[in-house]
């Protein structure tokens, strides 16, 4: 069963669809689910140990990602909406993540949990995005 619905270039989530990420304090992928996989066309074994920014659209400004790492690092929460690009198309998909550290065995670590955004919210980053350099 598939987690999206294709829309032009677009794939748009299912309201079911829950993608986990789990990355090293390097951006670097040890843990991806099936969700996310899929989302992102690539299989579990094309992701781990790749950087999580594999799936970074060009859309995306930087300043987005910045604030993001800076924040996990902090130890903080972050909460916000990524484009990301699937493989091998010009086909993305929209999410709200919200990631956070974790600190398991003496190590530290970042788990990336997304869901399907609602259009306006989508509209919105958008808008936000264009003002970032």
């Known amino acids: 069963m598939s987690i999206y619905t294709s829309n032009g270039n677009e794939r748009v989530l299912s309201q079911e669809s829950f993608?986990?990420?789990?990355?090293?304090?390097?951006?670097?992928?040890?843990?991806a689910n099936d969700d996310f996989c899929q989302a992102a066309g690539y299989s579990v074994d094309e992701l781990i140990g790749k950087s999580h920014n594999i799936v970074r659209h060009p859309?995306?400004?930087k300043a987005a990602f910045k604030d993001l790492w800076e924040?996990?690092?902090?130890?903080?929460?972050?909460?916000?909406?990524?484009?990301?690009?699937v493989k091998n198309s010009s086909e993305y998909y929209w999410v709200?993540?919200?990631?956070?550290?974790?600190?398991r065995n003496g190590k530290r670590s970042y788990i990336s949990c997304r869901k399907k955004p609602v259009a306006d919210e989508i509209a919105s980053s958008i808008?936000?995005?264009?003002?970032l350099v």
């Open 59 to 61: 859309d995306m400004p």
């Open 19 to 31: 993608l986990v990420s789990e990355t090293d304090e390097k951006g670097i992928i040890i843990f």
């Open 71 to 85: 924040t996990i690092k902090r130890g903080e929460t972050w909460n916000g909406f990524v484009k990301n690009a």
């Open 96 to 103: 709200y993540a919200t990631v956070f550290p974790v600190l």
């Open 127 to 131: 808008d936000l995005y264009k003002t």
